[in-house]
């Protein structure tokens, strides 16, 4: 099948997903979480009480505390955000709490995390993310001895990255979905992913240039996709199987986690055919032009 | 072509591998019930325990599954040491000291397995406390930040257990060293006091030749040594027959005094035992529901072959629970996420060898060597694809504890089950299923 024949096509489906994500991550940027800029999180739960939760959050600033923001998560549990406090504090919440709906909620949980801390987190999560995209990188141009390989890999890494960070940019915007440790782990996943599902592609590339050295590479490259699209798709179907359950039902701490690896998962299968393979056929046709000058 | 007989050898091989496996994913103890008609069975499996002892060695092991602390409840605090009164050469050695402190504190309140960290930052200071089992953590905190009060006690007379407190405390005690005997190369324990300590200890030298001078730390004697002469130097050397552990272990608490640090909690997190039970038992469900879908799709798309993938999906999901009892490797919630993706990628060998098979066949090849084509095949694609996940799986692991580099043990979690899931798939997705192929579709082959 000529599936190069439609590359602008698959470009323009990109950029669809791609350029919303971009203009709010440049509009509104991340919603990042305690992890990173420090502060206080509290989860309480009432077995009784169903008022709304701005009541909640009313009575907890007429405590004398500031709320960045309150939501449930759960039946009967809902979330606190705000600056750091000390357990001193919790208690003084919960008993104002406690007086106004009686009932004493349960903690559920209480993180505090110091704000320097929030920041080196930051730092050292960068440094992973450009450690593991250049030593990638460098494998698959040592083991396609083409740099354009490499480079038309990781482009497609960035690719799905962004389709990660924009919809989440959109989702914290629009849901107050929050950006923390456990999403920066599903990023290096997708990282690795995009690239393990890429690699299979060109290496059923390589191999046909071994084989067929006659043709010409965009034959080469539609045919390298005829025969790996199947095994592309069926093994994306078995991790999507995996993550769907854990996503409908696992717990509600890791809900957003496994959305985060479910949104890579599926970017990371379409950019590898529809990405890095049409990429590289245009990196051909360029370079061919630049020699016959 | 394998040669039958080695074959043979791996098939049996697997099969006990596996065995070994379920048996120790037993949990302790296993009852059955089961009737039907008139039989009835009701009894009880027990896992049989791992020790065993050849001469001087001496092998235990626990079999149970280790639970982070998101999983069991919990308390994880972060204290930052407030270094700037202690000297620059003495700095590890006061955390250390530190850690000691809050070591004691924490048995103090029984926590079963407390888990205390030491860590440098930059030009930061810090000990990571976690706690299972414990969220009530007030006291706690209060308890772990306080420091420790190291005194030196006379004895009452000569024979009485009583001590009476001296004015000669932790202050006056600049440091303490693990030192080895010149003469016979015991281990000994070095105090080294400050110009006021050594007059005062000088005194209570002189006053008890012959007596004991006892050392407390937090009201309790950590060392009961005897006098043999007045020493006014400030330079005193505890003998004792210690071994090398128990002297380093003496001079860390004498330090916990000489070098006392305040402390100050940067970051705490607090996790009710009930949410970790409830996301246990989500996510082994999610697992589970997830993992026969992997199995019916298998099976659907590649029929008989599929059929012995799910067989080393099995087998894969026997070992990896084994090895992760074996390691021990603690199970957080991310880690779970982690062995569940796992699953997924367990499962792409499997497809990428059998599309192989599948061409192979359209394109002529007779079955039989069409499957052998396959696994040899594909082993480039497996190969490459793997690497690049390994290789974000050892930058998330940092094992090196790289201090630019993240070490927190959620992420750890992740990348550790992650990375074994990996080596244990290649294992199971190319030597468990094709040792399969191999013994029983090619039999039934020969046979037809």
Known sequence: MNFMKFKWLYFLLSALVLVPGMISLILFGLKPSIDFIGGSLLELKFEESQSPTTDYQKTIEETGF???????????????????????????????????????????????????????????????????????????????????????????????????????????????????????????????????????????????QKRHPGINFIDLVNKAITETLARSLN??????????????????????????????????????????????????QIEAKVKKK | MAPKGRTRTLFWLIILISFLALVIDLPQNLPLR???????????????????????FKFKKELELKQGLDLAGGSHLVFKAKMEG??????????DAARDNIERRVNFFGVSEPLVQTSKVGEEYRLIVELPGVTEIDQAIDLIGQTAQLDFREQESSDSAVFISTDLTGKDLKRSQVQFDPNTGQPTVSLEFNAEGADLFGQITTRNVGMIVGIFLDEQPVSLPRVDEPITSGQAIIRGDFTLEEAKKLSIQLNAGALPVPIEIIEQRNIGATLGQESIEKSVRAGLVGLLMVIGFMWALYGRLGFLADLGLIIYGLITLALYKLIPVTLTLPGMAGFILSVGMAVDANILIFERIKEEIRWGKQPREAMELGFGRAWDSIRDANICTLITCFILFNPFNWSFLNVSGMIRGFALTLGLGIFISLFTGIVVTRTLLRTFFIKKENKA
């Open chain 1, 66 to 208: 500031e709320v960045y923001s309150i939501q449930s998560s759960g039946e009967k549990e809902f979330l606190i955000r705000m600056k750091p406090i000390t357990k001193d504090d919790v208690s003084l919440i919960k008993a104002a709490l406690a007086e106004k709906f009686e009932e004493m909620p349960q903690e559920v949980r209480f993180e505090t995390v110091g704000p320097t801390l929030g920041r080196e987190l930051l730092i050292k999560t960068l440094i992973a993310i450009l450690l593991a995209a250049s030593t990638i990188l460098g494998y698959v141009a040592w083991a396609f001895k083409k740099a354009k390989f490499g480079a038309c890999a990781i482009i497609a890494m960035f690719h799905d990255s962004l389709v990660m960070l924009g919809i989440f940019s959109l989702l914290g915007h629009f849901y107050g979905v929050e950006v923390d440790t456990l999403f920066v782990t599903a990023l290096l996943t997708i990282l690795s992913f995009s690239v393990h599902d890429t690699v299979v592609v060109y290496d059923r590339i390589r191999e046909s």
């Open chain 1, 235 to 284: 093994n994306s179907m078995t991790i999507i199987f995996m993550l769907l359950a854990l996503y409908l039902l696992g717990g509600e701490t890791i809900k957003w986690f496994i959305f985060a690896l479910l949104i890579g998962t599926i970017s990371g299968t379409y950019s590898s055919t529809f990405t890095a393979a049409p990429l590289l056929v245009i990196w051909d």
């Open chain 2, 34 to 56: 089961f009737s039907w008609k008139n039989f009835t069975l009701d009894t009880q499996i027990s896992r049989p325990d791992f020790n065993f002892s050849f001469g001087n």
């Open chain 2, 86 to 95: 202690v000297a620059e050469e003495d700095r590890p050695a006061a955390l």
